[in-house]
């Protein structure tokens, strides 16, 4: 039984949905948006109802090009309010990237993407080019591999 007080007033909270790829040399995909200071993984905000996995595939399929469906989960990390709602970012294991996928890698125009590029990066470089936040997520979500966890929907292995 649905109690309707759950779903007068949902919590104001942003899923956001980031993956994580990898080239062979151990560089991390990167994207450069035009609304932050600093680099950020590829990802965005889910929609109401959407699976995350499904949300950071969409936003990575938007923002290069590339074709994943992640299952593994790397690593949470939940950002208070501050100039944006509070927000609970979920970031994923997107495998790694061929050499032949790189070279297919393709951001849209900044006046619809909101990016100025996308770029692989090497971790020794990532407290200069990232925010602290961002960057201790992204280092996080490195360390976890091998150890994800599988991401479960209504109790089933999402697919």
């Given amino acids: ?41 590829p990802g965005g905000a889910a929609l109401p109802n959407e699976p995350p996995h499904l949300a950071a595939a969409r936003h990575l399929h ?23 709602l509070e927000r609970l970012n979920l970031v994923f294991d997107g495998g790694i990237v061929t050499d032949g996928e790189a070279a297919l890698i393709t951001v849209p125009p900044q006046r619809r993407s909101r990016l100025h590029g996308a770029r692989f990066t090497h971790p020794v470089e990532f407290a200069a080019r990232m925010s602290p936040a961002q960057n201790a997520r992204v280092h996080q979500a490195l360390a976890n591999l091998g150890r994800a966890l599988p991401l479960l929907t209504h109790g089933q292995r999402a697919a």
Avoid at 62 to 84: E, I
Wanted: proline share 11%.
């Fill in 62 to 84: 938007a923002q290069t090009g590339l074709h994943r469906r992640p299952t593994q989960l790397l690593a949470v990390d939940f950002t208070p309010a501050d100039r944006y």
């Fill in 1 to 41: 039984m649905r109690d309707p007080r759950l779903l007068a007033k949902p919590p104001a909270c942003r899923l956001g949905c980031l993956i994580l790829l990898r080239n062979p040399a151990g560089h991390v995909l990167l994207v450069d948006p035009d609304f932050l200071d600093g680099l950020i993984l």
